[in-house]
C-alpha cells in the first residue's frame, strides 16, 4: 500500500527534523535517493511486504540489496521502520517531499528549462547564473529539449513562466502582421 499525502509529509518531515538536528541534510538526501531506487520499484516493494516473510527474513534481504555502509544506519531504520508499516512503496514519495524541504532549507529553487538544442554544461550554468541574479536564489535547473520552440528558452520557476522561444516571437510578429 503505497503512502499518500499527509503519511509521506510525516515521514518526510521527521527525516528533515532528524538531518537538520545532526547537521546530515545532504548525507539523508543520498540515503533516500539509493534507497527509494533500490526499494522503490513495485516488484521490490512486492517481495518484501509478503505476508510470509518475518522480520528476519525482510532485513535479510535489505542486507543483500544495501552494501554495507551505503547508507547511514538511521536511514535504514527508516526503511525497516516503513517495512513493519508495509509502506516501502512510499519511499520515491518520501524522497519528493524530502527534497523539496531541502530546497527550501537550503535555498534552492528549481527552475525548469526548455531549449530547441541540448545545453552544454557552460550554457547551463549561464543560465543558472542569470536566474540565480533574477531570484536571488541558488537554481537547480531540470534542462528539457523541445525542438519545436526553434531557439531561445522557455523557464518555467513555480508558476512563472519565461518564454523567450523563438516559436513564440514568430507567432506574436505573426499576429502583429495579420
Do not use: C
Not at 530546497?103 to 543558472?128: F, M, Y
Amino acid at each position: 500500500m503505497a503512502t499518500r499525502g499527509p503519511a509521506a509529509r510525516r515521514y518526510a518531515q521527521a527525516v528533515l527534523d532528524i538531518a537538520k538536528d545532526n547537521d546530515t541534510l545532504d548525507r539523508w538526501l543520498n540515503d533516500l535517493k539509493v534507497m527509494s531506487g533500490v526499494f522503490g520499484a513495485p516488484n521490490v516493494v512486492t517481495t518484501l511486504e509478503d505476508p510470509k516473510l518475518t522480520e528476519t527474513d525482510q532485513k535479510q534481504v535489505v542486507e543483500q540489496l544495501l552494501q554495507k555502509g551505503l547508507v547511514d544506519d538511521l536511514a535504514v531504520n527508516l526503511l525497516m521502520l516503513l517495512l513493519r508499516r508495509h509502506r516501502v512503496a512510499s519511499l520515491p514519495r518520501i524522497l519528493e517531499i524530502y527534497q523539496d524541504l531541502y530546497n527550501k532549507e537550503k535555498g534552492i529553487i528549481v527552475a525548469d528549462v526548455t531549449s530547441a538544442v541540448p545545453l552544454d554544461d557552460a550554457n547551463k550554468q549561464r543560465v543558472a547564473d542569470q536566474l540565480s541574479r533574477i531570484t536571488g536564489k541558488t537554481i537547480e535547473l531540470r534542462v528539457h529539449h523541445d525542438p519545436r520552440i526553434l531557439g531561445g528558452l522557455i523557464t518555467r520557476i513555480g508558476d512563472e513562466l519565461i518564454d523567450a522561444s523563438v516559436a513564440t516571437r514568430l507567432a506574436e510578429l505573426s499576429e502583429r502582421l495579420t
